[in-house]
């Protein structure tokens, strides 16, 4: 079977075509400049966007909708179906004391079982550090990138495809936590996953996620489909909680914190959070053994965690109380929990010891190659193009003031030459046009 990607993010009417997203998409050529009764407007590239979300949080315009599977999934608990939710751990650090009432209200909709993603978080670090520790002696597997945000692993199966050896190849924290439940637990229900994250939704669409979670739900479609429902009267915890510190990952620099308590110190490990030039710099580096390497990285595609994903209902920086109070406690618990331990080893042993039942391989996975072979623009092309825009001279080449989206004006021009942009894109190119259409008293619309 072949390995799709659905992509969940497009373009609403409010878009003005401004360019913004263009200037700041991680991924090359996702951004299709189109126009409708001489607007400018942009469109989504399915077949290479990696589904970041990092349009939703530069564009001022309110332009970029993304789909989930919100509503399939109440309408499968009208339909009396059996559904259990997983819910990812930034759940609690955004809602606070609101989340058990949420969670409470979704179980008198026919909710079967709440598990908390956490605890498949705890079986994700564990498996990622047994599989590290095992392979760590072999120069070929290092360094390593854990498999945690399907941002990253999207990118890097795109347009690094060469780094895929080094993900480390376990499930993620949600699959896991599905798998568990089904597996372990004995649970055929259908699985639902409550998470911040656009992402989601394409990873569980893919081979390798084994058709184990059916539905991925945001926090803003959700609390927009309960909208103004009294839901103080509801209140409910978890089935499954997580046995150490998984609840920890999702905060900005979480699964740094918990992976490296089960190293040494002199182990370097880095936490990249945001998928910015320095984070893909890293992604296409990692091959070069002749530029320092950390030993291991922990990637999140947005910018402070999880808890800042495009689905999320609420803005980081308006509920930061919120967040810090309930990731303080979060913190105080792991650390009580850490300090029983004299050291690394006797931590990782501890809790090794709590998954001695597990079989480590129904929690592996693979990744595929799906490269977006990127084409080179003849330079007789690029000179055509650069003609027809009345720019001769290397100073009017390289204007690149970005008004169009671009870096540079060359960037633009090839990206008109494979269909992504017009040249019509250039606002200077169109004041200059209408100024000399208008010195030479011509009909800008006859072209000379």
């Known amino acids: 079977m072949k390995d799709i990607t659905k992509c969940p993010v497009s373009v609403n009417d409010n878009c003005i075509g401004c360019g913004r997203c263009i200037l700041e998409c991680p991924a090359p050529e996702t951004n299709i400049s189109v126009y409708s009764n001489g607007q400018r407007r942009l469109k989504v590239n399915p077949a290479n966007c990696i589904s970041c979300g990092h349009c939703f949080n530069v564009c001022t315009h309110n332009a970029r909708v993304y789909d989930d599977d ?28 609101k989340a058990e009432r949420i969670l409470g209200y979704l179980r008198s909709l026919g909710v079967n079982k709440i598990y908390d993603s956490g605890f498949g978080a705890d079986v994700f670090v564990y498996l990622s550090a047994k599989y590290i520790k095992e392979y760590g002696g072999d120069e070929k597997k290092r360094p390593f990138i854990l498999n945690s945000c399907p941002m990253i692993t ?30 372990y637990l004995g649970d055929d229900s259908k699985f639902a996953y409550l998470s911040s994250c656009v992402s989601r939704k394409s990873e569980f669409s893919r081979n390798f996620s084994q058709g184990l979670i059916d539905y991925s739900v945001t926090f803003g479609h959700l609390i927009e489909r309960i909208g103004d429902t009294d839901i103080s009267g509801y209140k409910t915890e978890s089935d499954l909680f997580a046995p150490a510190f998984g609840n920890i990952i999702s905060a900005d620099g979480g699964l740094r914190s918990y992976i490296a308590s089960l190293f040494s110190e002199d182990e370097i490990i880095v936490n990249y959070s945001g998928l910015d030039e320095r984070t893909r710099a890293l992604i296409s580096s990692v091959r070069d053994k002749n530029v320092p390497r950390p030993f291991l990285s922990c990637m999140y595609g947005c910018e402070y965690g999880c808890a800042t994903g495009a689905g ?137």
């Open 154 to 183: 999207n990118y890097i199966e795109r347009y690094v495809p060469e780094s895929i050896e080094y993900i480390i190849p376990v499930m993620s924290p949600p699959l896991c936590t599905a798998k568990y439940a089904h597996k």
């Open 312 to 448: 999320a209902e609420i803005s980081f920086q308006t509920n930061y109380d919120t967040y810090l109070g309930s990731l303080q406690r979060i913190r105080r618990e792991m650390l009580i929990k850490k300090h029983r331990y004299s050291s690394h080893w006797e931590l990782y042993h501890a809790i090794s010891e709590v998954f001695l039942d597990i079989d480590p391989e129904d929690f592996m996975t693979s990744f595929t190659d799906r490269y977006v072979q990127p084409h080179d623009v003849p330079e007789l092309v690029i000179n055509d193009i650069f003609g027809k825009m009345r720019k001769h001279g290397e100073e009017q080449r390289h204007v690149d003031c970005r008004s169009c989206g671009y870096k540079t004006c060359r960037e633009m021009v090839c990206a008109a030459a494979k269909g992504y942009a017009r040249i019509e894109d250039c606002t200077r190119y169109v004041t200059d046009e209408f100024r000399r259409y208008l010195l030479n008293d011509a009909d800008p619309r006859q072209k000379t």
């Open 70 to 97: 919100t509503d399939s999934f109440l309408e499968a608990l009208r339909a009396g179906e059996s559904v259990s939710l997983l819910v990812s751990t930034c759940f609690y650090t955004t809602y606070g004391d």
